[in-house]
């Protein structure tokens, strides 16, 4: 007999103990760890950060109210009166590129451990956390490995180390811990929409000698990526996915595809837009930020981007679905009001086609080029 499964079974966005991705430093006291975590941070500014740490304060009293404080120039201070529990640690660090984590008072999926001759004992005392060591650092190139180390990680002389005052280096191997976490790209061309105004499917209307959607995808493909139609009906085929969003229109194709592969990026290709050639796809590839929530593009002479060409990053989930929760499902409304990377083109190449006269001036010029 099958084990009933109360709950529908979801992709889960991998993620480690309380962040996407993150590293516990562990080893020296509180400070010294602080004093690197700030200094790596200088290092690698163009990625986002955080730091996880407890609060020092011995007679710091519990929060009845959470506070958020903003400055006029973007930064905010918040003093949360909610306990730290991995769930809701996960929905505040999806948006970072790494967690930098103080291991003395939280335990971290991945460890670099700092050898200090005078927290040996505190060492000893969390060998349990030693994990997946990355690296070591030594305040004191003398220093030895503690005996107690060896018997629990064999392995950990052919490791590598740095020493306390090696900034540059230490930075560069992090830097190469986040670039392993870029989400693959996936592809999602958009045909499930009503095309009201058009009269007819615009998916299968045929610029380039066969249905727009067959365009689409190949552009997509012909770049290496794996691309899916994004549908209506719920008898999806191999290469479809079925919107679980429903009529949410664009919005719901998007949030759709993200709650199929939660852990990919989705370069999401509209089929109204027979301009857009392979040239343009290369060059907002090569433009991604995964850093950023999204990378769009946006017509040089345009007020906005345009969300139905659009690179949405893993982190773009969640907000989209705090957008939802609040009664809006609209794509663009998202990219304005969050940190995107927006790459510039010329108008003509991300041209709509929406009605029977654009469709008919639009094979005219194409035909004529």
């Not at 996960?90 to 939280?106: E, P, R």
């Not at 679905?321 to 083109?345: A, R, W």
Request: glycine share 4%; hydrophobic share 35%; aromatic share 8%.
């Amino acid at each position: 007999m099958d084990k009933h499964q109360k709950h529908t079974h979801l992709q889960r966005r991998k993620t480690d103990n309380f962040a996407p991705n993150e590293i516990a430093f562990l080893g020296t006291n509180c400070t010294i760890i602080l004093s690197l975590v700030q200094h790596i941070s200088e290092k690698l500014s163009n990625y986002k950060l955080g730091y996880f740490d407890a609060s020092h304060d011995k007679n710091e009293n519990p929060n009845s109210l959470s506070s958020f404080t903003f400055h006029h120039e973007g930064n905010v201070q918040i003093n949360t009166s909610k306990t730290v529990n991995t769930y809701q640690q996960k929905l505040d660090f999806a948006q970072f590129d790494l967690v930098f984590i103080n291991g003395n008072h939280f335990e971290g999926a991945k460890q670099i451990l700092i050898l200090d001759e005078e927290k040996e004992a505190s060492v000893l005392k969390r060998i349990h956390q030693l994990q997946d060591i990355q690296f070591i650092i030594k305040l004191k190139n003398e220093t030895e490995i503690f005996p107690f180390l060896m018997e629990k990680c064999p392995k950990i002389k052919e490791l590598q180390y740095y020493s306390i005052d090696e900034i540059d280096k230490i930075s560069h191997h992090i830097q190469q811990l986040i670039r392993q976490r870029i989400a693959p790209i996936k592809g999602l061309v958009l045909i499930g929409g009503k095309s009201t105004r058009m009269g007819t499917n615009k998916s299968l209307l045929e610029f380039h000698g066969k249905p727009q959607k067959e365009v689409a995808k190949e552009l997509l493909e012909n770049n290496k990526i794996e691309t899916f139609f994004s549908v209506e009906n719920s008898l999806a085929k191999v290469n479809e996915i079925s919107d679980t969003f429903l009529n949410l229109g664009p919005f719901g194709g998007i949030c759709s595809a993200l709650q199929k592969d939660p852990n990919s990026a989705w370069f999401v290709l509209a089929t109204d837009l027979p301009f857009v050639n392979d040239k343009l796809i290369k060059w907002l590839l090569q433009k991604r930020n995964p850093s950023k929530v999204a990378t769009a593009i946006k017509g040089k002479n345009k007020e906005f981007m345009e969300p139905l060409i659009t690179i949405y990053e893993p982190k773009a989930y969640p907000i989209l679905l705090q957008y939802l929760s609040q009664g809006y499902s609209c794509p663009l409304k998202m990219l304005i009001n969050n940190d995107v990377e927006i790459v510039e083109v010329d108008d003509d190449l991300i041209r709509n086609i929406n009605t029977p006269e654009d469709l008919g001036a639009a094979k005219i010029e194409i035909e004529n080029n």
